[in-house]
């Protein structure tokens, strides 16, 4: 028998509290959902990158996010790549706040987001992947052509994947770009 589970809160809904069990995954219409907390002290951008808190406690790693600029160091190119968690479904409040600091994170699925142009074409081709987060909390990082593995066994690192032509290239502004998130 299939493993199905309801989801009580909307996939746009913010809680203050703990509204379903924390860092569970919820398959919904062939993408799957991480409900978790924000735990920084930034708002998280809706489409937006969202990065996991680093934490020594092995319970919370999928539990507790964070926006790119409050995770520290680890906000580089070389840090972040196995701490993106997904993109945010909608503005998740900063720890404590009133509004929501509980909410959906996309974490596997194709989905429009922001993400930064790049000066190079090829970059911006269907395939280019983004294996970092920016550090302005509202956009995906540039994505960049994948690297050939010289015959090496692929690695499996959280990013997202060009599924559409990000057709202009030029400076570093955010333009709409259609992904395929990889981020369980």
């Known amino acids: 028998m299939a493993d199905k ?3 009580i809160v909307p996939l746009n809904e913010l809680r203050t509290f703990d509204a379903d069990v924390i860092g569970s995954l919820y398959p919904h219409k062939g993408k799957i959902y991480r409900w978790v907390k924000n735990a920084g002290s930034t708002s ?3 489409t937006a990158p969202a990065l996991t808190l680093p934490t020594s406690a092995l319970g919370s790693i999928n539990n507790r996010v964070v926006a790119p600029t409050g995770a520290g160091p ?4 070389s840090a972040s790549i196995a701490n993106i ?11 404590g706040s009133d509004t929501g600091d509980h909410g959906w994170v996309q974490c596997k699925g194709l989905k429009k987001v922001s993400m930064t142009q790049s000066a190079t074409a090829a970059d911006q081709l269907i395939g280019a992947i983004s ?3 920016d550090a302005v909390d509202s956009a995906w990082a540039r994505s960049v052509v994948p690297i050939d593995s010289a015959g090496l066994q692929p690695m499996h690192t959280k990013h997202v994947t060009l599924v559409r032509l990000h057709a202009t ?3 570093a ?3 709409s770009a259609y992904v395929d998130i990889q981020c369980l």
């Open 173 to 175: 502004t955010a333009f």
């Open 131 to 133: 294996v970092a987060t």
């Open 85 to 95: 968690a997904g993109a945010a479904m909608t503005a998740i409040g900063p720890s």
């Open 169 to 171: 290239t030029g400076a």
């Open 5 to 7: 589970r309801l989801i």
């Open 44 to 46: 998280l951008t809706g």
């Open 74 to 77: 680890s906000t580089a190119a």
